[in-house]
């Protein structure tokens, strides 16, 4: 069993920055694929990021390219997502969570059926 805290969120204006950060405890996620997704008012829950067991591979939706890195450190068992050019669509209550697979790719990194594990969530909201 995996439990996953996130922190970090927080009220920020358009064009700020966040650094999301993931605790796991538990057991370790070394070996796994993480995700960020998020939910917004009255929206389905979306991904954001995903980042392979190791580091080296990341993942991200189109709309969030250039603007948000996700990151891992594995002798912490943590995951972090940077968050710059935040916009006010960007306001939502922001999870992370465990793969099933050290790996994930194209659309197996954004199904939310493939993560085992979920925090959460820590709110985000950007005013204009």
């Known amino acids: 069993q995996v439990q996953l805290v996130e922190s970090g969120g927080g009220l920020v204006q358009a064009g700020g920055s966040l650094r999301l950060s993931c605790a796991a405890s538990g057991r370790s996620i070394s070996t796994y694929a993480m995700g960020w997704f998020r939910q917004g008012p009255g929206k389905e829950r979306e991904f954001v990021a995903a980042?392979?067991?190791?580091?080296?591979?990341?993942y991200y939706a189109d709309s969030m390219k250039g603007r948000f890195i996700i990151s891992r450190d594995n002798a912490k068992n943590t995951v972090y997502l940077q968050m710059d050019s935040l916009k006010p669509e960007d306001t939502a209550l922001h999870y992370c969570?465990?793969?099933?697979?050290?790996?994930?790719?194209?659309?197996?990194?954004?199904?939310?059926?493939?993560?085992?594990?979920w925090g959460q969530g820590t709110q985000v909201t950007v005013s204009s």
């Open positions: 969570a465990v793969h099933i697979e050290r790996y994930c790719s194209g659309s197996r990194c954004g199904a939310t059926g493939a993560y085992r594990y």
């Open positions: 980042i392979d067991w190791s580091g080296g591979s990341t």
